[in-house]
């Protein structure tokens, strides 16, 4: 069973970077493509982004294409999510996913993920 701790939240005025972490114990992340989701207050979780296996396929949502990147230390068990120009928002609880059968053709769906962390609060003030 895998288990995904993430860090590195907090509060950053709107322009600024914060660069959250994803640990993994329990499971190498280099059997699973991994994703990032958030949930602002009163919204859906929806996805922000995911890299494959190997971190050589990545994917984004539109609203934070050239603002985020993803990336991976499959040798730490660690993926992070760098976060440029953040704005208000892009305020909300951000987790961290694995899929347990990898299916790049599903990496936006929240359901194809097995594995989550217990989020990591993101907000960015005007």
């Known amino acids: 069973q895998v288990q995904l701790v993430e860090s590195g939240g907090g509060l950053v005025k709107a322009g600024g970077s914060l660069t959250l972490s994803c640990a993994a114990s329990?499971?190498?992340?280099?059997?699973?493509?991994m994703g990032w989701f958030r949930q602002a207050p009163g919204k859906e979780r929806e996805f922000v982004a995911a890299?494959?296996?190997?971190?050589?396929?990545?994917s984004y949502a539109d609203s934070v294409k050239g603002r985020f990147i993803i990336n991976r230390e499959n040798a730490k068990n660690t993926g992070y999510l760098l976060m440029n120009n953040l704005k208000p928002e892009d305020t909300a609880v951000y987790y961290c996913?694995?899929?347990?059968?990898?299916?790049?053709?599903?990496?936006?769906?929240?359901?194809?993920?097995?594995?989550w962390g217990q989020g990591t609060q993101v907000t960015v003030s005007s």
């Open positions: 996913a694995a899929q347990s059968r990898p299916v790049w053709s599903m990496i936006t769906r929240e359901t194809s993920y097995t594995f």
């Open positions: 329990g499971g190498t992340i280099n059997r699973y493509h």
């Open positions: 890299n494959d296996y190997t971190g050589g396929a990545t």
